[in-house]
């Protein structure tokens, strides 16, 4: 009896744990780009502070854009003491889905 529960239990915590992981991970690069970045790329990637680019027009490749959230350039700062990798990727995934297609 006890063995039964314990059977049904474990793939039940398996479950709650990923799906509380998957909820928590679609919205942090969200959540870390309102926090790092909005305030020159503005919510939506337009707002152009400092001479920030327009996120919403940004070809870059996943590369490139991790390397500058990593490293910056002129006036945006460096992230790479900031952010973890994991961070960084998130951030690199969030922004492109700021992007609109080109008309
Ligand atoms: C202090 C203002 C500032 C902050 C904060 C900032 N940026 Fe920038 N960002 C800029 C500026 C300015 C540029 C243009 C740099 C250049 O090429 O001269 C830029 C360019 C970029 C580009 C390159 C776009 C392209 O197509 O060349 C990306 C990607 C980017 N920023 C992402 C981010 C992300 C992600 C964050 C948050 C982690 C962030 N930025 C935070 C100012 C900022």
């Known amino acids: ?8 239990l474990i793939p039940l915590l398996l479950f709650l744990v990923a799906t509380g992981f998957s909820t ?10 309102e926090q790092h ?7 939506d990637g337009t707002r152009g502070m400092f001479g920030a680019k327009n996120l919403q027009k940004s070809l870059l490749p996943d590369t ?14 460096p992230f ?12 690199t995934t969030y922004i492109k889905t700021l992007r609109k297609p080109a008309i």
């Open 1 to 8: 009896m006890k063995r039964t529960m314990r059977m049904l």
């Open 24 to 33: 928590r991970h679609t919205g942090e690069g969200q959540t870390l780009y």
């Open 37 to 43: 970045c909005a305030r020159c790329h503005g919510a």
């Open 80 to 91: 790479k003491k900031r952010l973890t990798p994991d961070q960084i990727n998130e951030l």
């Open 64 to 77: 490139a854009i991790a390397l500058q959230i990593r490293n910056g350039k002129r006036i945006m700062p």
